[in-house]
């Protein structure tokens, strides 16, 4: 186990697409904690942390056996909520996973977790993997367009890079929803003003390459599924034979 890594896992209950997605039971298990049971399996990891602004999901996850806190309801993203958490703690690093990533492997966070002794104060690690053709037209996966050395150049909820005249079958790439920092990392990126991109996209790592910060991306095979919508929802309790339906 590395001593100075904390794990915080951001949840809301006012998600647009599936509202109240933090507390939707699988298996009598709220989602949520599906997630949190899964960073604890990795082991590496000094403590793992719920951060959110809901009471419900604080009780939920306290009720369940994890750790929780209560944050303000003030926050824009899942960063500065996590943030807030990491500031009352003496750590050197910080790993973000989000808390509709139920099916995140173990190993993969091994590696990460491995992989934050090459980060500094003004860079951020996270994953990316292999987008199916499906997942290149959809606007709810992120992909992403990275340099040779593996730091991401940028990230879209559009289909890039563009196949101009269909001459190439490169693949494309999708972001996976885990986020690696320095304690000074996260304190500067959250210190940052919202960027023209982030606010069109909608997607708060543009803030980061806005201003200059590097994103390094590990390269997964990881086939997860990230619970954004009711169909992905019904998609997962079928997976692991859950009887569940809201």
Not at 110 to 135: G, P, Q, R, W
Not at 138 to 160: C, D, T
Not at 168 to 180: D, Q, V
Not at 204 to 211: D, F, G, P, S, T
Request: charged share 25%; net charge neutral; aromatic share 6%.
């Amino acid at each position: 186990m590395n001593p100075n890594i904390l794990c915080v896992i951001p949840a809301r209950f006012s998600s647009q697409r599936l509202p109240g997605k933090p507390l939707k039971l699988i298996k009598g298990l709220p989602l949520v904690m599906w997630v949190y049971n899964r960073v604890r399996e990795a082991n590496v990891f000094t403590d793992v942390i719920v951060a959110t602004d809901d009471q419900r999901i604080y009780d939920a996850a306290v009720l369940n056996g994890g750790k929780a806190a209560l944050t303000a309801a003030s926050h824009e993203s899942g960063t500065d909520r996590v943030n807030e958490v990491v500031r009352e703690f003496a750590m050197s690093h910080v790993v973000n996973v989000q808390g509709d990533e139920p099916l995140v492997p173990v190993q993969l966070l091994k590696m990460f977790a491995a992989e934050l002794k090459n980060i500094d104060d003004n860079s951020l690690l996270t994953c990316v993997a292999h987008a199916t053709i499906e997942e290149s037209a959809s606007p709810h996966v992120v992909k992403a367009v990275l340099r040779a050395n593996g730091e991401a150049l940028y990230f879209s909820r559009a289909a890039i890079p563009c196949d101009y005249r269909a001459t190439t079958e490169g693949a494309r790439l999708k972001h996976i929803g885990i986020y690696g920092f320095s304690k000074a990392g996260i304190a500067r990126f959250c210190a940052l003003p919202k960027g023209t991109l982030e606010a069109r996209e909608k997607l708060e790592q543009l803030r980061a390459l806005e201003h200059g910060m590097v994103i390094r991306c590990l390269k997964t095979e990881y086939d997860g599924l990230s619970i954004d919508t009711a169909s992905d929802l019904a998609e997962f309790r079928a997976r692991v034979g859950a009887d569940e339906v809201d």
